[in-house]
Nanobody, 130 residues
Framework: HVQLVESGGGSVQAGGSLRLSCAASRYTSRNNCMGWFRQAPGEEREWVASMHTGGGSTFYADSVKGRFTISEDNTKNTLYLQMNSLTPEDTAMYYC????????????????????????WGQGTQVTVS
């Protein structure tokens, strides 16, 4: 399995921004399905955004569309989540997830919204908005 390590979480005031990073130990191919999920205390894990590293489309949950941007730097094997206009409702533990060697045709909504789509997970990074 590929190891994923998130960073960039922290505390921010409402209206502020954060950028999360997810470093992969290695990419076994250029065709990977990567995503971000979040989980607030007492809540189920919620899908946030996904993308295919082979240049496929990006997908967002309605709750973050227009505020969050998922992107990647394939030279660094790193996935990002730029979060703008944060609100207290965005407070959660954020997790990076990935499945390696998956064609773009399998990295689409609604499949990417399910945690079962992903084989590797990071340990999470906390985001707190007040």
């Amino acid at each position: 399995h590929v190891q994923l390590v998130e960073s960039g979480g922290g505390s921010v005031q409402a209206g502020g921004s954060l950028r999360l990073s997810c470093a992969a130990s290695r990419y076994t191919s250029r065709n990977n399905c990567m995503g971000w999920f979040r989980q607030a205390p007492g809540e189920e894990r919620e899908w946030v955004a996904s993308m295919h590293t082979g240049g496929g489309s990006t997908f967002y949950a309605d709750s973050v569309k227009g505020r969050f941007t998922i992107s990647e730097d394939n030279t660094k094997n790193t996935l990002y989540l730029q979060m703008n206009s944060l609100t207290p409702e965005d407070t959660a533990m954020y997790y990076c997830a990935g499945t390696m060697n998956l064609p773009a045709t399998s990295c689409i909504v609604p499949r990417v919204t399910s945690p079962s789509r992903y084989g590797s997970w990071g340990q999470g990074t906390q985001v707190t908005v007040s």
